[in-house]
């Protein structure tokens, strides 16, 4: 019968530490900047709002879960983007109730927003149209990129995209932005 010599303070689950984490100093480190990826996103600050408290609601139930080699800002931005997918189905869930209240005889309000009379200057209004074209995941991956000055390989993190992808749909968005806006910043 062998005996069992391990130190018993020393369990073979401690392979990987956890962090111990201040949520408080996460949040006001990284919140401004999560709050801006889904304004990006989202293009609606009441909804951004919204959504940056949601991300940091599942990042302080999660944040024990971070291992000690995890970069904290790419893993809030997985968060956010994951809530910004989940507000994009609630969206269109509740477009398609409008479209029911419409065939019922109800009429939404078209009034404008004070988000929308605010943007009156016209770079704004090209660069958001611009924006617009690109499809969801690729705005996604060049704002990381160029707002938020995240490297490849951790958007390819946020992304759960291979590097490869990240650099092609980077590239493409920025080949199509540079088209709609070149007679716009002294192009063609």
Do not use: C
Request: net charge negative.
């Amino acid at each position: 019968m062998a005996l069992d010599t391990r130190d018993q303070d020393h369990a073979p689950a401690d392979r990987f530490p956890t962090v111990t984490l201040d949520f408080r100093a996460v949040y006001d480190a990284h919140a401004r900047s999560v709050r801006r990826f889904l304004g990006d996103l989202l293009r609606d600050d009441a909804a951004a709002d919204e959504a940056t408290q949601e991300t940091f609601v599942r990042a302080h139930g999660k944040l024990s879960t971070l291992r000690e080699d995890d970069k904290v800002l790419p893993w809030l931005f997985g968060i956010a983007r994951n809530v910004f997918y989940e507000e994009l189905r609630a969206r269109r869930r509740h477009l398609r109730s409008l479209d029911d209240d419409e065939s019922r005889g109800e009429e939404p309000d078209h009034s404008p927003s004070p988000e929308g009379m605010l943007l009156g200057a016209e770079a704004d209004a090209k660069l958001t149209a611009a924006l617009a074209e690109l499809g969801d995941d690729r705005r996604a991956a060049l704002v990381l990129r160029i707002d938020h000055g995240l490297d490849y390989d951790e958007i390819a993190a946020v992304m759960s995209w291979p590097l490869s992808k990240v650099k092609n749909e980077i590239h493409r968005a920025r080949l199509t932005l540079r088209a709609r806006l070149s007679k716009y910043v002294g192009g063609q």
